[in-house]
């Protein structure tokens, strides 16, 4: 029979695999945790040794999902997962890098301009769900097919 783990290898074990956000952590530790003290005390070790950090998860999951997706959803993802808008804001695309960001998915998704309403709407409704505010949107539906983008 294997000996029980601890909490403590538990949590190392999780995050030796990839970054986790604080709420994600509690919620897979949970589980094996005698007492919330126990678990708490874990938690607030591993913070203090910036073993686990929500800036830093907070980080490397904008850096990588941002070319997909635009600040909107970014920012829901991320508050699912615990994280706060302050803590998430400075690793946010600025207006310039998600507007790239809008046209280059717009360019592989749709190959061609819209050449009518029903498939502006349809490319719109797109972006939308790809988390691209409104303004974001109409700038790079105008955008994208120009010759001078690149």
């Known amino acids: 029979m294997k000996p029980q783990k601890s909490l403590r290898a538990r949590a190392m074990d999780i995050l030796s695999r990839q970054e986790t956000s604080r709420t994600a952590l509690k919620r ?64 946010m695309p600025d207006r310039d890098c998600e507007l790239q960001n809008a046209v280059t998915v717009l360019r592989k998704k749709f190959k061609i301009k819209a050449v009518d309403l029903k498939e502006k709407q349809k490319q719109m409704r797109f972006l939308a769900y790809r988390g691209f505010d409104t303004e974001t949107i109409q700038t790079a539906i105008k955008t994208a097919w120009n010759e001078d983008w690149e």
């Open 28 to 91: 897979k530790l949970a589980p094996h945790a005698e007492s919330e003290e126990e678990l708490e005390k874990v938690l607030d070790e591993f913070a203090e040794r910036n073993w686990q950090s929500d800036e830093r998860y907070a980080e490397a999951y904008i850096h990588s999902k941002s070319r997909q997706y635009g600040k909107l959803r970014l920012k829901q993802a991320l508050a699912a997962q615990g994280v706060g808008e302050d803590v998430s804001r400075p690793f």
